[in-house]
């Protein structure tokens, strides 16, 4: 529980590049690990315009930078004589990890390469809802800083301190409360506290038989609280749902007391819903303990599928015909030219059989069906259900993909896509070691309006490169993770190589910024699932009316006078109000 890691991921994973100048994903945890990745290499170099030298690494620094504890020596008196030892901890390493999150440029690669502003003085490892009771009475009277942590994974800067904070700051870890309490077999729910991460989760309904689908990208590590926090999003949303509609119930212990239903309710017209205002609550109203859950029984048949398309405009008149039919599958995400290139990129060297048969699919493709391998676009598709279900949802999907100049290119090709969003953050860490710096952002956005966006981001990109005359050319690849009635998920990559640039950490927000302020202009929102956090503050002005921030200010202050849950997140001055 204690251990801790700044970089993404599994320790015994990671990419490294062999004496031939392939590269490997170690370990063998993916199904992209444990083999020689021929063309990786020699695919960025020809996307950034450069040239990697795989001995000319950028150092991490030794010594990290931990601000000097800042101690209110009664209160630790206090927690010594109410908690055991093992129950809280000042550790140099444990309090550089607990003040960070994921965000690329703003946390990661300071941490690894530079310098984090604050760190957090003392990590107290809450077990149980009375624990949260005694720690948030604890803070109330010595007036502490609290900062919910969940699994770290918050791409928004949701855990990055207030500067200004004087407090004693002490982030509760909620991880080892990860207990399902209860299951209800016949009404389908499970009552599970809030630290599970989703691999725990997944693993303990399973032994009953159930799986709970909630499946971000990040499931090994982020947890449900953390989920509710952020108002995530999972990949298979269109059969079990997002975070919102998978919840019925939520306990969050507060300065105030305690907010939640009395009990869990399907549907209920009942006033005003307060549990709505939790999801997106990002650790600034109290401690989430505990929810209720949607369950379902494991399902019969697990299919993965794949298409291909001459082009993205193609593809995307696909998903919409899809997206409003009767046979929308579980998971499907449609992948520019870009990201389709880097799928096969990583690809290892085909055996000679293989290599035959992948020459006569690509003679197929290109030569008799007149593809673009410059242009051409896959979507990936997971299918669960029954059966019966699958049948259905195959033949309809297919056939729909034929009149859109769809083909199908396989099962293997679905679930390496699938594997491959796994990949991507051990990929980020690999690349910046050289001198490569990637984010990834998400928007939603209506349907008439993808290529708008799409086409602002590319060209904000290129502007913003030209503007700090950086190195090479820029990176850029989107696909669409989520589809809905009347929009969709855009999740975008971008990466620029920053060897020789001067303060690279400093440069790479302001040009997410400006990406940020393109997609807003062009019709696209603050975020889809990513969440405020301090990244996106200043656009909330442009989402909300300013009375709508204001009730919302009210709200905070009421529940959390004194501002003991002082993160920040949402408004800038949420705290002063
Ligand atoms: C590789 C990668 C892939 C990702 N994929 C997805 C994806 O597919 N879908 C998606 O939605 N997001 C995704 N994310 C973003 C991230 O995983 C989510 O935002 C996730 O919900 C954060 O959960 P966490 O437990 O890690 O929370 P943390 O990062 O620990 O915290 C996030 C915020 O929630 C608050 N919080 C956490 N737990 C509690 C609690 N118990 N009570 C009160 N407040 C709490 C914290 O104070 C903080 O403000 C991804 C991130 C990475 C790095």
Redesign the pocket.
Known sequence: METWRHK?GFADTQFIINDDRSVTLTGDRYNLSGYKMPYFLSYIEEQLGIEINPHDQQPEITQKFINPLNINKCFCQELENIFPSNQYTFDEQERLFHSH??SAFKEVYKVLYSKLERTVDMIFYCQSELDAQKIINLAIEHNICL??????????C??KLPEDEKRMVVSVD?RR?NKIEWIDRDNFRACVQ??I?GQQLEEQLRKDGFTCGH?????E???????????????KKNRYGN?EQIVENIT?ITPKGTIEQIQPISRASMGMQIQNILFG?????????KAVIKIHPIPQVKKYGSLVFPNFELGVEFLYSLAHSGFVPASIRLVDNNQFRFGQALKPQPTNIKGWIDKLKKFYLLKLCGFNPYQMVAATIVMEGSAQEIAYQQTNIYALAKKFQGLASGSENGQRGYML??A??YMRDFLASFFILGE?FETSVSWSQIHQVCHAVDQTLKEQHEKFNLPGKPYLSYRI?QIYHTGVCLYFMFGFYSKGVESPEIISPQIEHSIRVAIMENGGSISH???V?KSRQEFIKNTLSSDSIELIKEIKQANDPQNIFG?G?FCADAKTI
């Open positions: 993404w999150g994921q900062v919910p942590f969940g699994g770290g994974t918050n791409v928004s949701a855990l909620m409360m809030a630290g991460t499946e971000p990208d990040s499931l590590f982020s947890t449900l609280g953390g989920w509710i926090s952020t108002n995530a999003s999972g990949m975070i969050l609550s990002e650790g600034n109203l109290g401690l989430i303990t969003t796994y991507i953050a990834s993770s699932h990513h969440g956090g993160i997140n």
